[in-house]
């Protein structure tokens, strides 16, 4: 296993760095939850510049032709600085309907039809039926998908759907493993946008009541690696976003002084600061791992994306709380950034399953194994 990045994969994180580094994303994100009117930068057109909708596309189709681990290193720049780019919704989809080889994947790659992907949990030990996330701990089944031919009808709810507000298209997973295309304007279609705890994420509440669909080509296998691509994701995001309010830490407390000395030469923050430290490079070697098993070792892809997704997530959650101890009082005022990354943690934690499914996961493949 090569833990080394390509030529290319550098220039591609460093392009991505790039693009983002354009966006005052923090400080539009504090805007609006000080007045609740703030508007987020609408970073669309700029991943539409970069190619990112077409990652997970092949070439023929006219994606990139990129792998899981490319699209996460990108997904680690938008966590750095907590820019809403709809990844976690965007690239699951695309990489079914590639699959699936549809015939819209051309307009999708260049980023003229979003579609989102509705995060549907395959089967497993503690759950033998596909479900999706409900309000409060509540996991109903996936969506009914009925029909014969390639016209079907599909009818569901699923809540939290990451980036389906303003999406177009959305590719749903049925109760027995099919998967369906389904336009987001369709009859039958509502789309409720909801926000809790972080403002930099997009989530909406999912309802389709008999809304007429295409049926998709698609294996149950191929329809469980779109969670599997989803989890890496998360997690890639979440390294990110750790490595942010690790340096946010480190700086503070090499800057802040109190009794003659700065708060960094004290025990007690640099055992604090050194454990973040200990759980990013752990989080980080997982995705690696995630990276190289999606390419090269299929039968262990789904533990390495749900141990990355449990690593990151436990780590994030660590981060997120130390940069608000390190920094003391100011870092749990508003006008601190502090807590908008406290806030990431918090939603993170809850997506797609949460962290507690990924750790479920992990433990039931270590003991089957």
Same mark, same amino acid.
């Given at each position: 296993?090569?833990?080394?990045?390509?030529?290319?994969?550098?220039?591609?994180?460093?392009a991505a760095r790039g693009t983002l580094s354009r966006f005052k994303v923090i400080e539009a994100a504090r805007a609006a939850l000080d007045d609740g009117l703030g508007e987020l930068p609408d970073l669309w057109p700029a991943a539409r510049e970069a190619g990112w909708p077409g990652l997970l596309i092949s070439e023929a189709r006219g994606g990139a032709g990129l792998g899981v681990f490319d699209a996460m290193l990108v997904a680690e720049e938008t966590g750095r600085v907590l820019a809403p780019v709809p990844f976690l919704g965007l690239l699951p989809a695309t990489a079914l309907l590639d699959a699936a080889g549809y015939d819209g994947l051309e307009a999708i790659?260049?980023?003229?039809?979003?579609?989102?992907?509705?995060?549907?949990?395959?089967?497993?030990?503690?759950?033998?039926?596909?479900?999706v996330d409900g309000p409060g701990a509540a996991r109903p089944a996936a969506?009914?998908?009925e029909g014969d031919g390639d016209s079907v009808r599909v009818t569901g709810r699923a809540a939290y759907v990451p980036d389906a507000p303003g999406a177009d298209l959305l590719v749903v997973v049925g109760v027995d493993g099919t998967v369906a295309a389904v336009e987001a304007d369709a009859d039958g279609v509502t789309i409720e946008q909801v926000v809790r705890y972080d403002v930099t994420r997009a989530v909406a509440h999912v309802s389709l009541k008999d809304a007429p669909g295409r049926l998709l080509s698609v294996s149950s296998d191929a329809a469980a690696d779109g969670w599997y691509v989803a989890q890496a994701l998360i997690a890639a995001e979440a390294v990110g976003t750790?490595?942010?309010t690790l340096e946010m830490s480190v700086q503070y407390a090499k800057e802040r002084?109190?009794?003659?000395r700065a708060i960094g030469s004290y025990q !007690?923050?640099?055992?604090? @600061?050194?454990?973040?430290? %200990?759980?990013?490079?752990?989080?980080r070697s997982l995705l690696f791992y995630a990276g190289w098993a999606r390419d090269s070792g299929p039968d262990e892809w789904p533990l390495a994306?749900?141990?990355?997704?449990? !690593?990151?997530?436990?780590? @994030?959650?660590?981060?997120? %709380?130390s940069n608000i101890n390190v920094h003391g009082g100011i870092g749990a005022t508003w006008e601190h950034d502090a807590p908008l990354y406290f806030r990431r943690a918090q939603l993170t934690r809850r997506l797609a399953g949460g962290h507690g499914d990924a750790t479920d996961r992990v433990a039931e493949r270590l003991l089957a194994a």
């Open positions: 296993m090569d833990l080394s990045l390509t030529d290319e994969q550098e220039f591609l994180r460093e790659a260049a980023g003229e039809v979003r579609p989102v992907w509705i995060p549907t949990r395959p089967p497993g030990d503690l759950e033998m039926n596909w479900t969506p009914v998908i750790v490595q942010t002084f109190t009794f003659g !007690a923050i640099k055992h604090e @600061l050194t454990e973040v430290l %200990r759980r990013l490079e752990n989080a994306a749900s141990a990355a997704r449990s !690593a990151a997530g436990g780590a @994030l959650d660590f981060a997120s %709380r």
